[in-house]
């Protein structure tokens, strides 16, 4: 009985479904991605002589140095990463235009990163978020607990959803076993973070921004010339359904109509409030919380911001990461929707043996819809730059997020073991946590391909609406209100919801969070004693043009004689470390510290720098004066791409 009933299932299946074959296997694909590669590697080379990686200062934040052009590529090649081709086309694919409101929200929360927050991170002369905290609240608490809590959601969310993405589309275009595949993209990622710190990941960033959309502009123009343009898409996707509805096993059989018609709404980006898969309240105001913590205090986005050279340089970057934010609508959710027309039975699937035949998960295969236009419509040559895309979204998504984890790690808990480490210690704790990461990272691929992706994907937004609230209240609140202080700061935490709001919408629960987690820091903050003044000059945003002397309530981490390059002109844990004179090394091992970016200390060594030479480094990281001619010049382009999105916004609406 069940051969039988496997026998017409595989009669019913329309011809080519579910083939898993390689798909780019020719020359012409190879020589493109060798071709990548090699660009990659040699922009990471080059930026590693280039640029300063032997201080705390060069490596985990560019030296300061960087001007808008790699800052705004960095944000976005950072942001956006396998998953966002991935989900996104998924999503848009499953249920129209609205997931892109996830992409057009950011356009207006990065320029609140620009304006608002990045000058009070510069004044107060930071590396770190919970190093911010830990100034402007004092104690340990809750600079540690931000640290432990962003160092657990790199691993097994950010990390886990990018690699599952992944390898989605390899599996889809090479039939490559996935283990393998994502290890060596992981060791290749890990190679160019270890050894070039973040000046090489935002040289590479900008490489592969140009990658990422040349690719993904060339697929649009496939896809919109396969469905019959603008117009075809939005004639047809209504119409998209798949044909197999009636499933072989009994306790299936028919498959409701609700489950494979496209929804009705789906040509909306503001649905109803109550009904909608993403109502419109909670689009507009739960996620701009949610986007608020990632954007504005996530360490993976805010160090881009604080290696820019000035802040002229840096709300330059922003907007550019803005502009670029404009299009995956149409790179990525409308070629997603376009997929669904081209292959419904695939794409569209609802019945559980099809789809684990066509994508190996019995709950849907949406999540193919970006990877099964490129292996059908790309020719020769151009199916090897799709997957070059791929791999320069994935490895700079992942490579952000090693650099920021090694960041977080050495400068708030690693620092924490060892106060008195010196520049050459923390840089080798720095590279050994990104090993550390990747092995991590390896070791939960199981339970990454055990998901199954659209849970996941789902449950990533979830958990991001349940974390980040309390964390996007305490930065709004330390940013704007001076009155508050600590003694609430470290209660805002987030807890499990009750049964009641479990059952509403994840982004309506952000709303109530962040609103309940800022009425309590500010009403205990007010029946407690105030933060004196004293403590507050360049931490907060009313007092950011300060030129008093400000106490800092982290100085008993400053004490010690200087003796490493200061970390953005605060001589944190500068201690002199005496070393005998050793013999020179050998050729392996002179070889071996260039790589690392770490110059050996001893004879022919700079001599540490003296306060005299501290002050003026000190007060050039920390300025914020602009330029008056630039800075009407970036304030009139916010403007006007604030008025670009927001005229989309009510076109799609």
């Known amino acids: 009985?069940?051969?039988?009933?496997?026998?017409?299932?595989?009669?019913?299946?329309?011809?080519?479904?579910?083939?898993?074959?390689?798909?780019?296997?020719?020359?012409?694909?190879?020589?493109?991605?060798?071709?990548?590669?090699?660009?990659?590697?040699?922009?990471?080379?080059?930026?590693?002589?280039?640029?300063?990686?032997?201080?705390?200062?060069?490596?985990?934040?560019?030296?300061?140095?960087?001007?808008?052009?790699?800052?705004?590529?960095?944000?976005?090649?950072?942001?956006?990463?396998?998953g966002h081709f991935v989900g996104l086309a998924g999503t848009g694919a499953a249920s129209g235009l609205a997931v892109a409101g996830f992409e057009w929200n950011a356009l207006f929360v990065v320029l609140l990163?620009?304006?608002?927050?990045?000058?009070?991170?510069?004044?107060?002369?930071?590396?770190?978020?919970?190093?911010?905290?830990?100034?402007?609240?004092?104690?340990?608490?809750?600079?540690?607990?931000?640290?432990?809590?962003?160092?657990?959601?790199?691993?097994?969310?950010?990390?886990?959803?990018?690699?599952?993405?992944?390898?989605?589309?390899?599996?889809?275009?090479?039939g490559w076993n996935i283990y393998a595949s994502v290890i060596a993209l992981l060791g290749i990622t890990m190679v160019y973070t270890v050894t070039g710190g973040l000046a090489a990941l935002m040289y590479t960033d900008t490489v592969q921004t140009f990658v990422i959309l040349g690719g993904a502009f060339i697929l649009m123009g496939y896809a919109f010339h396969e469905v019959g343009g603008y117009s075809g898409l939005f004639d047809k996707y209504l119409g998209a359904m798949t044909s197999l509805t009636v499933s072989e096993d009994p306790a299936v059989g028919n498959i409701s109509s609700s489950c494979y018609q496209p929804r009705p709404d789906s040509y909306h980006l503001l649905r109803d409030p109550v009904t909608g898969d993403l109502p419109w309240p909670a689009l507009l105001l739960g996620l701009t919380i949610v986007s608020g913590w990632y954007w504005c205090s996530d360490?993976?986005?805010?160090?881009?911001?604080?290696?820019?050279?000035?802040?002229?340089?840096?709300?330059?970057?922003?907007?550019?990461?803005?502009?670029?934010?404009?299009?995956?609508?149409?790179?990525?959710?409308?070629?997603?929707?376009?997929?669904?027309?081209?292959?419904?039975?695939?794409?569209?699937?609802?019945?559980?043996?099809?789809?684990?035949?066509?994508?190996?998960?019995?709950?849907?295969?949406?999540?193919?819809?970006?990877?099964?236009l490129v292996v059908k419509l790309m020719p020769n040559?151009?199916?090897?730059?799709?997957?070059?895309?791929?791999?320069?979204?994935?490895?700079?998504?992942?490579?952000?997020?090693?650099?920021?984890?090694?960041?977080?790690?050495?400068?708030?808990?690693?620092?924490?073991?060892?106060?008195?480490?010196?520049?050459?210690?923390?840089?080798?704790?720095?590279?050994?946590?990104?090993?550390?990461i990747v092995a991590v990272s390896v070791a939960w691929l199981p339970v990454v391909q055990a998901a199954q992706g659209g849970q996941l994907f789902d449950y990533i937004q979830a958990v991001s609406s349940y974390l980040a609230p309390p964390v996007s209240a305490v930065f709004v609140l330390a940013l704007f209100v001076p009155r508050v202080n600590e003694k609430v700061s470290i209660c805002v935490q987030p807890s499990t919801c009750p049964a009641l709001l479990c059952r509403v919408h994840y982004l309506y629960f952000a709303i109530v969070l962040?609103?309940?987690?800022?009425?309590?820091?500010?009403?205990?903050?007010?029946?407690?004693?105030?933060?004196?003044?004293?403590?507050?000059?360049?931490?907060?945003?009313?007092?950011?043009?300060?030129?008093?002397?400000?106490?800092?309530?982290?100085?008993?981490?400053?004490?010690?004689?200087?003796?490493?390059?200061?970390?953005n002109g605060h001589p944190e844990h500068a201690v002199e470390m005496e070393e005998s004179q050793s013999p020179a090394p050998g050729l392996f091992h002179q070889c071996l510290l260039w790589f690392c970016g770490m110059n050996r200390s001893g004879a022919g060594s700079s001599p540490p720098p003296t306060q005299e030479e501290v002050a003026p480094a000190t007060r050039q990281l920390e300025d914020i004066s602009e330029d008056p001619r630039w800075a009407r010049v970036v304030n009139f382009n916010a403007l006007l791409m604030m008025a670009v999105a927001t005229f989309l916004w009510g076109f799609y609406a």
């Open 381 to 436: 040559g151009l199916r090897g730059l799709m997957l070059a895309v791929m791999l320069a979204a994935l490895m700079s998504s992942l490579a952000s997020i090693f650099n920021s984890s090694s960041t977080l790690f050495t400068m708030d808990i690693y620092t924490r073991l060892r106060p008195r480490a010196g520049d050459r210690e923390l840089l080798l704790v720095g590279r050994l946590w990104v090993v550390f």
């Open 299 to 372: 360490q993976v986005t805010v160090q881009r911001c604080l290696a820019g050279k000035n802040l002229a340089h840096i709300k330059a970057g922003c907007i550019l990461c803005g502009y670029l934010k404009l299009m995956p609508m149409f790179l990525m959710v409308m070629p997603g929707m376009i997929s669904r027309i081209l292959y419904p039975d695939e794409v569209a699937c609802v019945v559980p043996e099809v789809c684990k035949r066509v994508c190996g998960t019995e709950v849907g295969c949406s999540n193919i819809a970006y990877p099964r």
């Open 1 to 82: 009985m069940l051969a039988r009933m496997e026998e017409h299932t595989e009669a019913d299946l329309p011809p080519g479904l579910g083939e898993q074959r390689a798909f780019i296997d020719n020359p012409a694909d190879i020589l493109v991605i060798a071709a990548y590669f090699l660009l990659v590697i040699g922009v990471g080379l080059w930026s590693m002589c280039r640029t300063n990686r032997g201080t705390v200062g060069g490596y985990f934040l560019a030296g300061r140095s960087m001007v808008w052009w790699p800052v705004g590529a960095s944000l976005f090649a950072s942001n956006i990463g396998s």
């Open 113 to 174: 990163l620009g304006w608002l927050f990045a000058p009070v991170y510069l004044t107060a002369g930071v590396i770190t978020m919970p190093q911010y905290l830990r100034k402007r609240f004092g104690g340990h608490r809750i600079r540690l607990y931000l640290s432990v809590l962003s160092l657990f959601l790199y691993i097994f969310t950010k990390i886990s959803v990018d690699m599952f993405s992944g390898a989605v589309f390899i599996q889809q275009a090479l």
């Open 514 to 567: 962040f609103t309940c987690s800022g009425l309590l820091t500010v009403v205990v903050s007010l029946c407690t004693a105030p933060i004196p003044r004293k403590h507050l000059h360049r931490l907060v945003f009313s007092l950011r043009h300060s030129k008093e002397e400000r106490e800092d309530l982290d100085a008993d981490e400053a004490e010690g004689p200087v003796s490493t390059p200061v970390q």
